[in-house]
Nanobody
Framework: QVQLVESGGGLVQAGASLRLSCAASGRPISSYAMAWFRQAPWKEREFVSAITWSGDTTLYTDSVKGRFTIFRDNAQNTLYLQMNSLKPEDTAVYYC???????????????????WGQGTQVTVSS
């Protein structure tokens, strides 16, 4: 199992940017497909973005396309989520997740991921 620790959350105003990090330890994430999910108050956890083990393919939920960018640095064993033009509706706890998978397809179902971080809070004020 790999241990995942998110950081970079905070309280910002609408229109601001944040970069979330997910630091992995215990195993190299180079063999892991990774993703970001989020859970807003009173809502189910939802898919945000995913990336293949190599970083060459990414996927985003429609509401963040053009504003968020997922990328990874396997040498640093870290996953990132660059979030620009933040909106109040982006307020949520953000989780990184991973699954050992070296294929090219991207997974959006949280049930397919078996490694999770503890989450980092992002709050966007209007």
């Amino acid at each position: 199992q790999v241990q995942l620790v998110e950081s970079g959350g905070g309280l910002v105003q609408a229109g601001a940017s944040l970069r979330l990090s997910c630091a992995a330890s215990g195993r190299p994430i180079s063999s892991y497909a990774m993703a970001w999910f989020r859970q807003a108050p009173w809502k189910e956890r939802e898919f945000v973005s995913a990336i293949t083990w190599s970083g060459d393919t990414t996927l985003y939920t429609d509401s963040v396309k053009g504003r968020f960018t997922i990328f990874r640095d396997n040498a640093q064993n870290t996953l990132y989520l660059q979030m620009n033009s933040l909106k109040p509706e982006d307020t949520a706890v953000y989780y990184c997740a991973g699954i050992v998978y070296s294929g090219r397809s991207l997974r959006t179902d949280e049930k397919e991921y078996d490694n999770w971080g503890q989450g980092t809070q992002v709050t966007v004020s209007s």
